[in-house]
């Protein structure tokens, strides 16, 4: 939890059903929100869904709703209440005047980009992460500055309040576009140095691990690399891009772990990574790991490869590997069960069978929390980085 020593918040979701995310999909995406609450340190009491077509202009959700979300609020004495979507400054400036505690005090009202945002905060440990996330800040606040400096009951800490948001109040706009051009320059300055500590890296073969956030990137690293890389069980557990020279069998070259993607990931945040991003524009090889215990590990593939289009690395030469094997499940179908089959019902090696079978590139199967399959995927990537190794120096084919 971020804020050591002061009592668990505790949080509402709330997220809309339409035509673009049904049922199932809103659950998900309300799972994935409820996991970045949980590593913000929150503690979600109740989820409020509503089938809408398009979010009220006003208040994201109808009146109804936001009277039940009002009522409950008051009731248990919530301190946030979290929507999956981004807000307007207009929607979350209205919804902080409606829902308040039995107290009458106001209630932090945070959309998925500001909970993003406040973990990016809270895990940055370098100098150039806290460069690139206050930007980030600072740049999703400014057109909310009237909202967010108009009153001084809102600094009072916790989630949603670190960073920027908390420090000496900046009711001068111009104030706050001197510090993004401030931090523009020095992101300039940062990302040459960073450029110029990449070209002194030699000439070796470059391969950078990339994926959805929390699937086992960093640990994978850390088997590779024999490393001690932080990995655990939370969301960008990972901010700074680690670059650590690895040798299978007799060829070296240098592997790289970088921030986890996201659905949704604030264009902020992007455009702020900027140089963090570019260890996997700059790749020879991208290593593209997937969760595939997650029941939307699929959707997840999708949202990784529209980034890397995004970044401008989508046509890189990349292995699929489908890490946590060891934790795959499947819910197998009665004989007499007579209604359609789908994803959840497919066994591993069904899956393997499906569509993956038809991928062009190498697709492979692991755990790296239990070393399975371990030395396949060390063979493949051995064999990648050769074949790009003897293509670029031909003269050095006496080291295989």
Known sequence: MFDTGKKQETAVLVGLINKSQDDEKVTEYLDELEFLADTAGAKILKRFTQRLEHPDSRTFV????????????KENAVDIVIFDDELSPAQQRNLEKEVKTDKDQKVKVLDRTTLILDIFAARARTAHAKTQVELAQYQYLLPRLTKMWSHHDRIKGG??????????IETDRRIVRDRIALLKERLVTIDKQMETQRKSRGELIRVALVGYTNVGKSTIMNM????????????FATLDTTVRKVVIENLPFLLSD????????PTTLVE?????LDEVREADILVHVVDISHAGFEDQINVVNQTLTDIGAGDKRTILVFNKIDAFTFEEKEADDLTPMTRKNLSL?????SWMNNLNSPCLFISAANKQNIEEFKKVLYDNIKELHEKRYPYNKFLY
């Open 159 to 168: 989630i949603g309040m670190k960073g920027a948001g908390e420090k000496e």
């Open 62 to 73: 109808g009146s109804g709703k936001l009277n039940d979300i009002r009522v409950f609020v």
């Open 272 to 276: 702020s990574f900027k140089s963090t």
């Open 224 to 235: 590779l690399s024999k490393s001690e890389v932080f990995a655990e069980n939370k969301l």
């Open 258 to 265: 970088t921030v986890g993607f996201i659905r949704k990931l």
């Open 349 to 353: 090696d069904q899956l393997k069978k």
